[in-house]
């Protein structure tokens, strides 16, 4: 004996059979309230995708804005461990401008190889951005890149509030000053 399923009959629906009154079903939406009841969800889900588009937009920005501000610190965290290093260095390089000074004069075979020395220190600073500030005796005073150590009475009227003499070199790193050049300013 074989267990068969049989289909039950579908009941179909006629129009003669229903009963004047009862609504008639169907497949698309009669009213404009179910009109606008179907609109709802399809708005609803619009404004959703439009909020999550603006959500990841400035997600985005923010993330590109940590990834940019912490690289810039990285950047500034080498350069000022750099920074503590060089200025270390910069008595040194007062001494081999004093020694220099010193010995103008003498023309030995030690002077040639302090010469060579002085040279390769040079471009090891300037390799990390350092340079000597250029100021001379007559350009005018700066508080961001200068101070100064004392006032003294003016030689003429064209020297009053400009630089009179150099005492110590200023140093830059980059932009950045590490020393400030110490200078006497007529009065």
């Known amino acids: 004996m074989e267990n068969t399923v049989h289909p039950e009959p579908e009941l179909e629906k006629h129009e003669e059979s229903m009963p004047e009154g009862t609504p008639q079903q169907s497949s698309e939406p009669a009213t404009e309230e179910k009109k606008e009841g179907s609109n709802d969800p399809s708005k609803k889900m619009q404004d959703e995708l439009a909020e999550a588009k603006d959500k990841y937009v400035r997600l985005y920005a923010e993330f590109d804005n940590f990834r940019k501000r912490n690289a810039k610190e990285k950047l500034d965290l080498i350069s000022s461990a750099n920074e503590q290093l060089l200025k270390a260095l910069l008595p040194v390089v007062d001494d081999f401008e004093r020694a220099e000074k010193s010995w103008k ?83």
């Open 105 to 187: 004069e003498k023309n030995d075979k030690e002077w040639e190889g302090f010469i060579l020395i002085q040279n390769k220190f040079k471009k090891v600073l300037e390799q990390y951005s350092v340079k000597a500030m250029d100021i001379s005796p007559g350009s005018d005073f700066n508080l961001d890149l200068h101070e100064a150590v004392t006032q003294i009475p003016a030689p003429n009227d064209q020297l009053k509030g400009k630089i009179v003499d150099v005492l110590e070199k200023g140093y830059l790193l980059g932009e950045k000053v590490i020393r400030f050049a110490k200078v006497v300013v007529g009065n």
